[in-house]
RNA sequence: GGCGCUAUCGUCUAGGGGUUAGGACGUGAGAUUCUCAAUCUUAAAACCCGGGUUCGAUUCCCGGUAGCGCUACCA
């Protein structure tokens, strides 16, 4: 790839968590830098004073950083400092870089005062809609004089600042859908700076626009590849003709396609939990995200090659395979693959994960001992391959910490089993032979005994084994004996509150 | 209404003027295990419609349709 000029950028406005759609956005920028060598900048955009929270901002930095998608240059995660050269990088700290171009703009003439009022704006637009015209701006102000201009001033009627564009089509590259054209007419003259509100006498110029910021910001942070949304294509001519206005050289567009949900309406909260936030809570894997959003919309050359590392992903990723149609979000995909790397994962990792899903229930982490620990790996491991997501375990551990025996006897699956002759020769067998060991059980007890049962009594298959995992677990659908046996007998030994199985077998006695 | 983007199994997609249209998820069946899960094997499942170009189009071109996006002095 061509150099280390490459420069992408990731930027969000800390209005909200990091949703799914956003968190491919700054993943296929992080790829590209990776892949290419370039520089991965991050910028926020918190023009918009109103809607922005700094917590949000702080949630955001640590996300991406969950993610793994560490950036080259922007604010510093754990502090208020920044890091890189191109900075500011917090647009609300460049208010005075945009005044300048704006000023420079004004002085060329390549931008106007416009002192058209909103209700004036609204009608013509009115009228537009109404004789099936494109919604252009009429450019009445384009070319006021300078005594009118002068006059408006002194009458201190306030105005906007709109860039006169060019008449003639506005071209670009996309490195997604090839060449971009857009005519004339669907550009109009974009408004840079807001009027200022209250109209007072005088009035300075208010804030510069979305468009007109992004723009400034991307050319002087040496943004090569700007890599986004495909919302945003519509906003790309207007962004080109400031580019042009002020000699930049223009960028490589890359837009994304929409990420939706079932009903292939753009994914919303409406299908469920789609923030980063809540992904971790509900216990999916960084690395099974990553894996997962890089194939929204993107597949390796082989087409084939699906689990991926992140590793692997930076190798593999080219903006030239990235497809242009719209993405259906699919949990069952994702759940696939976080099992994936729910295996690959060490213990130690898993149970730091999910000790906080069962507070209450254990000691405080800082403050637990070794066997603990070590007991809660196993547990954890038992219930691994029945989950998607480490958020699920809980509800299936809970019979571990907690046994109701007149429950489990009354659920309509078990009752006629439990109730039967044969179980209760069984479950009386079994306890007598507990009984003569006074430590905790091996699943090699365990099987030794269940096996003698088998040929004392003829009992077998499920007759034999289903009494005893009801008895044992509540349910006849669980985790293999061979590892249940020694965390229920491990656990129990470990005095925080976990009946023994001999325990839990004398209750159906 | 205007402008734009998109169109291969249910889903993510590969492919490409002549192919048994490939893979993965999910689904069905079977094997295995004390159950569920996991695992293995296996099956079903797609080129939006209409024109054109061509000996031949799912592939190239045009039109239609549908979905989505934009249509702000939001970002």
Redesign the pocket.
């Known amino acids: 790839m061509e150099s280390e000029s490459i420069r992408v950028r990731f930027a ?2 800390p ?1 909200g968590t990091l949703h799914v759609g956003n968190a491919r956005t700054a993943l296929y920028n992080w790829l590209f830098a990776r892949r290419s060598g370039g520089k991965f900048v991050l910028r926020i ?4 004073l109103d ?1 922005t929270k700094t917590n949000y901002e702080k949630q955001l930095l640590q996300e991406l950083a969950w993610l793994g998608l560490n950036w080259d240059e922007g604010p510093n995660e754990n502090d208020l400092g920044e890091a890189g050269d191109a900075g500011p990088y917090r ?1 609300s700290k460049r208010m005075d870089i945009y005044a300048t171009h704006t000023a420079q703009l004004l002085a060329e003439g390549k931008a106007y005062r ?5 209700e004036e ?1 609204e009608e013509e ?1 009115q009228l ?2 109404a ?5 252009v ?1 009429s450019g009445r102000c384009r070319v006021m004089n300078k005594f009118d201009i002068k006059e408006n001033l002194l009458r201190g009627r ?3 600042i709109r860039l006169q564009v060019p008449d003639r089509p506005v071209r670009c590259h996309d490195a ?3 060449d ?4 004339p ?2 550009i109009s003259d ?2 840079l ?4 509100q209250g109209g007072t006498a005088g009035a300075s110029p ?6 007109y ?2 723009t400034i910001d991307d050319a002087l942070m040496g943004i090569t590849h700007v890599i986004r949304g ?6 790309t001519p207007k962004q080109v003709a400031i580019y042009e206005a002020f000699g930049w050289t223009v960028p490589e567009f890359v ?1 994304l ?2 990420i ?1 949900g ?5 994914l919303s909260k409406r299908h469920g939990a789609t923030s980063m936030t809540s992904f971790r809570e509900m216990g999916y894997l960084p690395e099974a995200l990553v894996n997962y959003i890089a ?5 390796p ?7 991926l590392s992140p590793d692997q992903v930076v190798l593999a990723f080219s903006l030239e ?1 990235i ?8 949990f ?2 994702l ?2 693959l976080n ?2 790397y729910l ?1 690959l994962a060490t213990p130690a990792r898993l149970a730091a994960l999910c000790w906080d899903y069962f507070g209450g229930l254990l000691p405080e982490k800082e403050e637990t001992s070794d066997a603990v620990l070590v007991w809660f790996f196993h547990m954890i491991a038992m219930f691994l ?3 998607n997501r480490l958020g699920e375990i809980p509800a299936k551990a809970a019979f571990i910490f907690h046994m109701d025996p007149n429950l489990a006897r009354a659920d309509h699956n078990n009752a006629d089993i439990i109730a039967s002759e044969s179980s209760r020769r069984v479950l009386s067998e079994l306890s007598s032979r507990i009984r003569t060991k006074p430590g905790p059980l091996t699943a090699a007890d365990f099987n030794t005994w269940m096996n003698e049962i088998k040929s004392a009594t003829g009992i077998s ?2 007759e ?3 009494p ?2 009801i008895a044992l677990t509540g ?8 590892m ?1 046996i020694p965390v229920l007998d491990q656990g129990a030994a470990l005095n925080i509150g976990i009946p023994s199985v001999g325990q839990r077998l004398a209750a159906f006695l």
């Open positions: 969000p406005s209005t955009e918190d023009t918009d809607r647009q416009c002192f058209c009022t909103p704006l637009r537009a809609i004789e099936g015209r494109p919604q701006y306030t105005y906007s997604v859908r090839g971009l054209e857009f005519a007419e669907a974009p408004i700076v807001r009027s200022a208010g804030t510069p626009v979305y468009n910021v992004v495909d919302d945003h294509i519509a906003n837009h396609p929409t939706v079932p009903d292939r309406e753009r194939l929204l919309g993107w597949k050359e082989d087409g084939k090659s699906e689990i395979r497809s242009p149609e719209p993405a259906i979000f699919d069952e995909k759940n696939m099992r994936h295996k391959p029945s989950v298959g499920s034999l084994y289903d005893v995992r349910s006849t659908l669980g985790p293999e004996f061979e249940l």
